[in-house]
Protein backbone atom coordinates (compact mmCIF):
# COMPACT_ATOMS: atom_id res chain seq x y z
CA UNK A 1 0.00 0.00 0.00
CA UNK A 2 1.18 3.24 -0.86
CA UNK A 3 1.93 6.01 1.47
CA UNK A 4 -1.36 8.39 0.75
CA UNK A 5 -3.35 5.29 1.09
CA UNK A 6 -2.06 3.71 3.93
CA UNK A 7 -2.49 6.72 6.26
CA UNK A 8 -6.67 6.30 5.41
CA UNK A 9 -6.89 2.28 5.27
CA UNK A 10 -3.36 0.91 7.02
CA UNK A 11 -4.82 1.10 10.40
CA UNK A 12 -7.62 1.16 12.76
CA UNK A 13 -9.05 3.88 10.80
CA UNK A 14 -12.94 2.74 10.91
CA UNK A 15 -14.83 1.52 13.90
CA UNK A 16 -15.21 -2.52 13.56
CA UNK A 17 -17.91 -2.70 15.76
CA UNK A 18 -20.57 -0.02 14.26
CA UNK A 19 -18.87 0.67 11.45
CA UNK A 20 -18.71 4.25 12.02
CA UNK A 21 -15.99 5.95 9.55
CA UNK A 22 -13.68 7.42 12.31
CA UNK A 23 -12.73 5.45 15.21
CA UNK A 24 -14.52 5.87 18.42
CA UNK A 25 -13.16 8.64 20.88
CA UNK A 26 -12.67 6.50 24.34
CA UNK A 27 -12.48 8.84 26.57
CA UNK A 28 -12.48 6.60 29.55
CA UNK A 29 -9.67 6.31 32.38
CA UNK A 30 -10.62 3.16 33.26
CA UNK A 31 -12.11 -0.23 32.11
CA UNK A 32 -14.50 -2.74 33.57
CA UNK A 33 -13.14 -6.43 34.42
CA UNK A 34 -15.77 -8.83 34.18
CA UNK A 35 -14.81 -10.95 36.87
CA UNK A 36 -11.43 -10.10 39.59
CA UNK A 37 -9.10 -12.75 37.41
CA UNK A 38 -10.61 -11.45 33.78
CA UNK A 39 -8.83 -9.17 32.30
CA UNK A 40 -9.54 -7.51 29.53
CA UNK A 41 -7.55 -6.42 26.58
CA UNK A 42 -7.27 -2.48 28.28
CA UNK A 43 -7.62 -1.95 32.06
CA UNK A 44 -6.72 1.71 32.58
CA UNK A 45 -5.29 4.20 29.94
CA UNK A 46 -2.18 4.96 31.18
CA UNK A 47 -1.73 1.12 30.34
CA UNK A 48 -3.37 1.42 27.18
CA UNK A 49 -6.96 2.73 25.22
CA UNK A 50 -8.05 1.56 21.99
CA UNK A 51 -8.27 5.48 20.50
CA UNK A 52 -4.50 5.95 21.61
CA UNK A 53 -4.19 2.35 20.59
CA UNK A 54 -5.15 3.12 17.20
CA UNK A 55 -2.94 6.14 16.34
CA UNK A 56 0.06 3.93 18.29
CA UNK A 57 -1.10 1.53 15.59
CA UNK A 58 -1.50 4.63 12.52
CA UNK A 59 2.17 5.80 13.25
CA UNK A 60 3.82 2.23 13.03
CA UNK A 61 2.10 1.63 10.18
CA UNK A 62 3.08 4.96 8.62
CA UNK A 63 6.78 5.60 9.82
CA UNK A 64 8.29 2.93 6.96
CA UNK A 65 9.99 0.26 8.71
CA UNK A 66 8.41 0.64 11.86
CA UNK A 67 6.19 -2.10 13.75
CA UNK A 68 5.73 -0.39 17.35
CA UNK A 69 4.35 2.95 17.88
CA UNK A 70 4.00 4.66 21.22
CA UNK A 71 2.08 7.98 21.72
CA UNK A 72 2.75 10.64 24.26
CA UNK A 73 1.96 13.66 25.68
CA UNK A 74 4.29 16.22 23.64
CA UNK A 75 7.26 15.73 21.62
CA UNK A 76 9.17 16.65 24.76
CA UNK A 77 7.64 13.37 26.36
CA UNK A 78 8.41 11.28 23.57
CA UNK A 79 12.34 12.36 23.54
CA UNK A 80 11.84 12.38 27.85
CA UNK A 81 10.72 8.74 27.68
CA UNK A 82 13.38 7.66 24.91
CA UNK A 83 16.44 9.55 26.52
CA UNK A 84 15.74 8.15 30.28
CA UNK A 85 16.37 4.46 29.08
CA UNK A 86 19.91 5.64 29.41
CA UNK A 87 21.79 5.32 32.88
CA UNK A 88 24.24 7.21 35.05
CA UNK A 89 27.60 6.90 33.51
CA UNK A 90 26.01 6.87 30.42
CA UNK A 91 27.38 8.82 27.28
CA UNK A 92 25.51 10.32 24.28
CA UNK A 93 26.59 12.21 21.02
CA UNK A 94 24.51 14.70 19.84
CA UNK A 95 23.92 17.30 16.63
CA UNK A 96 25.21 20.52 17.63
CA UNK A 97 22.32 22.12 15.93
CA UNK A 98 19.18 20.50 17.31
CA UNK A 99 15.70 21.90 19.02
CA UNK A 100 16.14 24.09 22.33
CA UNK A 101 14.26 21.88 24.39
CA UNK A 102 16.30 18.59 23.84
CA UNK A 103 19.25 20.52 24.33
CA UNK A 104 17.85 21.63 27.79
CA UNK A 105 17.01 18.59 28.72
CA UNK A 106 19.98 16.64 27.23
CA UNK A 107 22.38 19.94 29.69
CA UNK A 108 20.14 20.19 32.25
CA UNK A 109 17.97 17.32 33.62
CA UNK A 110 20.08 14.46 32.36
CA UNK A 111 22.90 15.52 33.03
CA UNK A 112 21.39 15.46 37.15
CA UNK A 113 21.37 11.91 36.51
CA UNK A 114 24.47 11.74 35.18
CA UNK A 115 24.73 10.71 31.60
CA UNK A 116 26.71 12.97 29.62
CA UNK A 117 26.55 14.08 26.21
CA UNK A 118 28.94 15.58 23.47
CA UNK A 119 27.17 17.62 20.80
CA UNK A 120 29.46 17.49 17.39
CA UNK A 121 29.10 19.13 14.08
CA UNK A 122 26.33 17.04 12.59
CA UNK A 123 27.39 17.74 9.13
CA UNK A 124 30.98 15.72 9.76
CA UNK A 125 30.75 11.96 10.32
CA UNK A 126 34.24 11.67 11.36
CA UNK A 127 32.93 13.91 14.23
CA UNK A 128 30.82 11.22 15.50
CA UNK A 129 33.17 8.69 15.51
CA UNK A 130 35.53 10.96 17.03
CA UNK A 131 33.31 11.78 20.02
CA UNK A 132 32.53 7.96 20.66
CA UNK A 133 33.89 7.18 24.05
CA UNK A 134 33.77 3.67 25.91
CA UNK A 135 30.97 4.85 27.93
CA UNK A 136 29.11 5.99 24.57
CA UNK A 137 25.44 4.79 24.49
CA UNK A 138 23.53 6.03 21.72
CA UNK A 139 23.68 8.57 18.71
CA UNK A 140 21.21 11.10 18.54
CA UNK A 141 20.18 13.14 15.40
CA UNK A 142 17.93 15.76 14.20
CA UNK A 143 18.35 16.34 10.52
CA UNK A 144 17.13 18.86 9.17
CA UNK A 145 18.03 20.25 12.39
CA UNK A 146 16.16 23.18 13.90
CA UNK A 147 16.78 25.94 13.13
CA UNK A 148 19.21 25.74 10.57
CA UNK A 149 18.43 22.83 8.43
CA UNK A 150 21.91 21.33 8.45
CA UNK A 151 22.13 17.86 7.35
CA UNK A 152 23.36 14.56 8.50
CA UNK A 153 23.93 11.65 6.32
CA UNK A 154 21.51 9.65 8.15
CA UNK A 155 22.97 6.00 6.77
CA UNK A 156 26.52 6.62 7.14
CA UNK A 157 26.32 7.77 10.93
CA UNK A 158 24.06 5.23 11.65
CA UNK A 159 26.52 3.07 10.27
CA UNK A 160 28.90 4.46 12.26
CA UNK A 161 26.69 3.31 15.64
CA UNK A 162 26.12 0.07 14.59
CA UNK A 163 29.75 -0.58 14.17
CA UNK A 164 30.38 0.50 17.53
CA UNK A 165 27.43 -1.21 19.43
CA UNK A 166 25.67 1.74 19.74
CA UNK A 167 21.58 2.71 19.08
CA UNK A 168 20.86 5.63 16.45
CA UNK A 169 17.98 8.06 17.74
CA UNK A 170 16.53 10.62 15.56
CA UNK A 171 13.95 13.10 15.58
CA UNK A 172 12.44 12.96 12.42
CA UNK A 173 9.36 15.85 12.79
CA UNK A 174 10.49 18.54 9.83
CA UNK A 175 10.44 15.38 7.40
CA UNK A 176 7.88 13.80 8.54
CA UNK A 177 7.12 9.76 7.53
CA UNK A 178 5.88 11.10 4.46
CA UNK A 179 9.64 12.70 2.72
CA UNK A 180 11.90 10.64 4.80
CA UNK A 181 12.60 6.78 6.57
CA UNK A 182 15.15 6.65 8.84
CA UNK A 183 14.33 3.11 10.27
CA UNK A 184 15.09 2.64 6.84
CA UNK A 185 18.54 4.06 6.75
CA UNK A 186 19.38 1.85 10.10
CA UNK A 187 18.27 4.42 12.63
CA UNK A 188 16.59 1.92 15.79
CA UNK A 189 14.32 5.00 16.94
CA UNK A 190 12.31 7.43 15.22
CA UNK A 191 10.82 10.51 17.49
CA UNK A 192 7.98 12.86 15.84
CA UNK A 193 6.55 15.89 17.74
CA UNK A 194 3.28 15.01 16.18
CA UNK A 195 2.55 18.82 17.24
CA UNK A 196 4.09 19.84 14.02
CA UNK A 197 2.97 18.50 10.93
CA UNK A 198 1.43 15.07 11.53
CA UNK A 199 -1.08 17.07 13.15
CA UNK A 200 -1.05 19.24 10.93
CA UNK A 201 -3.52 21.90 12.29
CA UNK A 202 -2.01 23.45 15.47
CA UNK A 203 -4.78 22.44 17.96
CA UNK A 204 -2.86 19.77 19.92
CA UNK A 205 0.47 18.81 21.38
CA UNK A 206 1.44 15.32 21.52
CA UNK A 207 4.80 12.89 20.69
CA UNK A 208 5.21 9.90 18.61
CA UNK A 209 8.05 7.54 18.82
CA UNK A 210 8.37 4.51 16.08
CA UNK A 211 10.55 1.22 16.74
CA UNK A 212 10.85 -2.08 14.97
CA UNK A 213 12.96 -3.63 17.78
CA UNK A 214 11.53 -4.86 20.40
CA UNK A 215 13.49 -4.50 23.21
CA UNK A 216 12.98 -0.23 22.68
CA UNK A 217 9.42 -1.32 22.36
CA UNK A 218 9.32 -2.98 25.63
CA UNK A 219 11.38 -0.55 26.92
CA UNK A 220 9.46 2.62 25.62
CA UNK A 221 5.71 0.61 27.17
CA UNK A 222 7.52 0.67 30.45
CA UNK A 223 8.45 4.27 30.56
CA UNK A 224 4.94 5.18 29.06
CA UNK A 225 3.16 3.48 31.92
CA UNK A 226 5.79 4.26 34.58
CA UNK A 227 6.59 8.04 33.76
CA UNK A 228 2.76 8.73 32.61
CA UNK A 229 3.69 11.47 29.63
CA UNK A 230 0.32 9.51 27.92
CA UNK A 231 -1.32 11.24 25.01
CA UNK A 232 -5.18 11.68 26.05
CA UNK A 233 -8.06 9.88 23.84
CA UNK A 234 -8.94 13.25 22.50
CA UNK A 235 -5.88 14.42 21.43
CA UNK A 236 -5.36 10.59 19.95
CA UNK A 237 -8.26 11.16 18.12
CA UNK A 238 -7.92 15.03 16.44
CA UNK A 239 -3.89 13.50 15.91
CA UNK A 240 -5.84 10.49 13.69
CA UNK A 241 -7.81 13.25 12.05
CA UNK A 242 -4.56 15.53 11.18
CA UNK A 243 -2.82 12.67 10.04
CA UNK A 244 -5.08 11.30 7.19
CA UNK A 245 -4.55 14.16 4.97
CA UNK A 246 -0.54 14.31 5.97
CA UNK A 247 0.46 13.15 1.96
CA UNK A 248 -1.79 15.96 0.58
CA UNK A 249 -0.50 19.14 2.94
CA UNK A 250 3.04 17.90 2.70
CA UNK A 251 2.98 17.65 -1.43
CA UNK A 252 1.40 21.43 -1.39
CA UNK A 253 3.44 22.77 1.06
CA UNK A 254 7.04 21.57 -0.23
CA UNK A 255 6.25 22.67 -3.44
CA UNK A 256 5.19 26.26 -1.54
CA UNK A 257 8.56 26.25 0.08
CA UNK A 258 10.45 25.57 -2.13
CA UNK A 259 9.53 28.30 -4.39
CA UNK A 260 9.60 30.78 -1.15
CA UNK A 261 13.36 29.75 -0.73
CA UNK A 262 13.98 30.69 -3.95
CA UNK A 263 12.55 34.18 -3.73
CA UNK A 264 13.95 34.47 -0.91
CA UNK A 265 17.67 33.64 -2.00
CA UNK A 266 17.17 36.35 -4.47
CA UNK A 267 16.16 38.87 -2.57
CA UNK A 268 18.52 41.78 -1.47
CA UNK A 269 17.35 41.86 1.68
CA UNK A 270 17.87 38.28 2.62
CA UNK A 271 21.51 37.77 3.72
CA UNK A 272 21.24 34.38 3.82
CA UNK A 273 18.43 31.61 3.01
CA UNK A 274 19.02 27.97 4.51
CA UNK A 275 16.84 25.17 2.93
CA UNK A 276 17.84 21.61 1.87
CA UNK A 277 15.82 22.18 -0.97
CA UNK A 278 18.36 24.76 -2.31
CA UNK A 279 21.19 23.29 -4.36
CA UNK A 280 23.85 26.04 -2.86
CA UNK A 281 22.66 24.39 0.78
CA UNK A 282 25.95 22.52 1.82
CA UNK A 283 23.87 19.42 2.80
CA UNK A 284 21.60 19.41 -0.56
CA UNK A 285 23.12 16.15 -2.28
CA UNK A 286 23.28 14.25 0.97
CA UNK A 287 19.30 15.29 1.70
CA UNK A 288 18.40 14.32 -2.23
CA UNK A 289 19.67 10.98 -1.62
CA UNK A 290 17.56 10.48 2.01
CA UNK A 291 14.35 12.36 1.80
CA UNK A 292 11.72 13.64 -0.76
CA UNK A 293 11.79 17.25 -0.93
CA UNK A 294 13.49 20.07 1.08
CA UNK A 295 10.18 20.29 2.93
CA UNK A 296 8.26 22.93 4.89
CA UNK A 297 10.56 24.86 6.88
CA UNK A 298 13.24 27.03 5.92
CA UNK A 299 15.18 29.72 7.92
CA UNK A 300 16.63 33.10 7.21
CA UNK A 301 18.37 35.77 7.82
CA UNK A 302 17.68 40.05 6.74
CA UNK A 303 20.95 41.87 5.83
CA UNK A 304 19.58 44.09 8.16
CA UNK A 305 19.22 41.78 11.74
CA UNK A 306 17.42 44.73 13.57
CA UNK A 307 15.12 45.10 10.56
CA UNK A 308 13.29 42.02 11.96
CA UNK A 309 10.67 43.23 14.31
CA UNK A 310 9.83 46.02 11.48
CA UNK A 311 9.49 42.82 8.62
CA UNK A 312 7.56 40.66 11.40
CA UNK A 313 5.31 43.76 11.84
CA UNK A 314 4.72 43.81 7.74
CA UNK A 315 3.96 40.70 7.12
CA UNK A 316 0.30 39.85 6.72
CA UNK A 317 -0.23 36.01 6.54
CA UNK A 318 2.14 34.10 8.38
CA UNK A 319 1.43 34.48 12.55
CA UNK A 320 3.90 35.30 14.25
CA UNK A 321 4.12 32.39 16.92
CA UNK A 322 6.23 29.58 18.51
CA UNK A 323 5.53 25.73 16.51
CA UNK A 324 5.72 25.03 13.04
CA UNK A 325 3.93 22.58 10.89
CA UNK A 326 0.48 23.98 10.93
CA UNK A 327 -2.42 24.25 7.96
CA UNK A 328 -1.06 28.55 8.36
CA UNK A 329 2.08 29.68 7.72
CA UNK A 330 3.89 30.41 11.20
CA UNK A 331 7.14 33.05 11.30
CA UNK A 332 9.39 31.99 14.46
CA UNK A 333 11.72 34.19 16.16
CA UNK A 334 14.06 31.11 16.91
CA UNK A 335 16.29 33.19 19.97
CA UNK A 336 13.32 34.27 21.88
CA UNK A 337 11.12 30.94 21.00
CA UNK A 338 12.36 27.75 20.20
CA UNK A 339 16.09 28.77 21.26
CA UNK A 340 15.39 31.11 24.01
CA UNK A 341 16.09 27.98 26.63
CA UNK A 342 19.67 27.81 25.24
CA UNK A 343 22.42 30.05 27.08
CA UNK A 344 23.64 32.74 24.82
CA UNK A 345 26.76 31.32 24.23
CA UNK A 346 25.58 27.73 22.94
CA UNK A 347 22.90 29.94 20.57
CA UNK A 348 25.91 31.61 19.26
CA UNK A 349 27.20 28.54 18.30
CA UNK A 350 24.19 27.12 16.77
CA UNK A 351 24.04 30.18 14.77
CA UNK A 352 20.78 31.36 16.51
CA UNK A 353 21.61 35.45 16.26
CA UNK A 354 19.09 38.23 16.39
CA UNK A 355 18.73 38.43 12.63
CA UNK A 356 17.84 34.86 11.84
CA UNK A 357 13.73 34.12 11.59
CA UNK A 358 12.41 30.47 10.90
CA UNK A 359 9.47 30.68 8.32
CA UNK A 360 6.89 27.27 8.02
CA UNK A 361 5.38 27.26 4.75
CA UNK A 362 1.23 26.71 4.83
CA UNK A 363 -1.42 25.79 2.55
CA UNK A 364 -1.93 29.29 2.14
CA UNK A 365 -1.84 29.80 -1.97
CA UNK A 366 1.81 30.36 -2.69
CA UNK A 367 1.49 33.30 -4.86
CA UNK A 368 -0.13 34.86 -1.67
CA UNK A 369 2.78 34.16 0.47
CA UNK A 370 5.42 35.56 -2.40
CA UNK A 371 3.34 38.86 -2.64
CA UNK A 372 3.29 39.13 0.93
CA UNK A 373 6.71 38.50 1.61
CA UNK A 374 7.57 40.63 -0.99
CA UNK A 375 5.83 43.53 0.33
CA UNK A 376 7.59 42.60 3.43
CA UNK A 377 10.75 43.39 2.56
CA UNK A 378 10.49 45.94 0.41
CA UNK A 379 9.03 47.91 3.01
CA UNK A 380 12.60 47.11 5.42
CA UNK A 381 14.10 48.82 2.23
CA UNK A 382 15.38 47.78 -1.02
CA UNK A 383 14.00 46.48 -3.85
CA UNK A 384 14.02 42.60 -4.18
CA UNK A 385 12.90 42.15 -7.90
C1 LIG B 1 12.43 19.28 16.06
C2 LIG B 1 11.57 19.33 17.29
N1 LIG B 1 11.57 18.29 18.13
C3 LIG B 1 10.83 18.29 19.25
C4 LIG B 1 10.05 19.37 19.59
C5 LIG B 1 9.25 19.34 20.86
O1 LIG B 1 7.92 19.05 20.59
P1 LIG B 1 6.69 19.48 21.49
O2 LIG B 1 6.60 20.97 21.47
O3 LIG B 1 5.54 18.77 20.88
O4 LIG B 1 6.98 18.99 22.88
C6 LIG B 1 10.02 20.48 18.75
C7 LIG B 1 9.20 21.65 19.10
O5 LIG B 1 9.25 22.68 18.47
C8 LIG B 1 10.81 20.47 17.57
O6 LIG B 1 10.83 21.50 16.72
Known amino acids: MEFDTRLIHGYPVFDEHTGASSIPKYQASTFMQKDLDEVGEYRYTRFGNPTITALEKGIAAIENGGKFGFAFASGMAAISAVLLNFKAGDHLVLCENIYGGTFQLVTQVMRDFEISATFVDETDPAAWEAAIQPNTRAFYLETPSNPLLSITDIKTVAAIAKRHGLATIIDNTFMTPDLQSPLLLGADVVIHSATKFINGHSDVVAGLVITSDAAWAAKLRQKQAVLGGILGPEDAWLVMRGMKTLGLRMKKICTSAQKIAEFLQKSAEVKEVYYPGLPAHPGFAVHQKQAKSGGAVLSFRLQDGPAVKEFCRALRLPILAVSLGGVE ?55 NE
Open 329 to 383: SILSFPMTMSHACVPPKDRLRQGVTEDLLRLSVGIEDADDLLSDLSQALKKIGGN
